[in-house]
């Protein structure tokens, strides 16, 4: 478990399967990446045990519990191998009650201290709609910088949308 101000990142587990659907296929309130679709529960507890088990290379998976111990939502880590050493963030507060509490951020700044401290990746991204605000801010919250906005490059909600492209670069290392 590594633990945040606000939250405690854990290996998400199959019995997670039914709240994390319930969550995926809110697409007005939750955004998971432009790859996740909305799939079945069986689906679900598959990705959640292949990923929360940490048996796909490069990916690392966690549930967000509160400190309470109420699970809330998921970190994504992805994409992380390679010489480049650097990997895709992804977060999803899927409790309405709990969304725009700073737990967003909170979630992403532990994740951050795992892949510069633990798995010395040297760049984390972030890529979100710009017609989610709330998330551009949690990843700045995070210490993560916007680097462009791509026009009308996601399809959410029934409309082109920009995608926000933000990032972190691993404490210590200059960018050239």
């Known amino acids: 478990m590594l633990a945040g101000e606000k939250v405690v990142l854990r290996a998400a587990?199959?019995?997670?399967?039914?709240?994390?659907?319930?969550?995926?296929?809110?697409?007005?309130?939750?955004?998971?990446?432009?790859?996740?679709?909305?799939?079945?529960?069986?689906?679900?507890?598959?990705?959640?045990?292949?990923?929360?088990?940490?048996?796909?290379?490069?990916?690392?998976?966690?549930?967000?519990?509160?400190?309470?111990?109420?699970?809330?939502?998921?970190?994504?880590?992805?994409?992380?191998?390679?010489?480049?050493?650097?990997?895709?963030?992804?977060?999803?507060?899927?409790?309405?009650?709990?969304?725009?509490?700073?737990?967003?951020?909170?979630?992403?700044?532990?994740a951050l201290r795992q892949a510069f401290r633990h798995l010395n990746l040297n760049r984390v991204e972030g890529r979100v709609p710009a017609s989610r605000p709330d998330l551009v801010e949690a990843y700045k919250q995070a210490g993560l910088v916007e680097e462009a906005r791509l026009s009308r490059a996601l399809f959410v909600g029934g409309q082109y949308v920009d995608e926000v492209v933000l990032a972190a670069l691993a404490p210590g290392r200059q960018a050239s």
């Not at 292949?50 to 967000?64: C, F, H, Q």
């Not at 709990?98 to 909170?106: N, V, Y």
């Open 13 to 110: 587990e199959p019995a997670d399967a039914e709240r994390v659907q319930r969550w995926l296929s809110d697409v007005e309130r939750v955004w998971f990446g432009p790859d996740v679709p909305v799939p079945s529960r069986g689906a679900v507890e598959k990705w959640l045990t292949r990923l929360g088990g940490g048996m796909e290379r490069g990916t690392r998976l966690w549930s967000i519990d509160t400190q309470d111990g109420r699970h809330v939502g998921l970190v994504r880590l992805s994409e992380a191998e390679g010489p480049h050493r650097r990997a895709r963030l992804d977060v999803m507060v899927g409790q309405p009650e709990f969304q725009g509490r700073g737990l967003e951020s909170d979630a992403l700044s532990v």
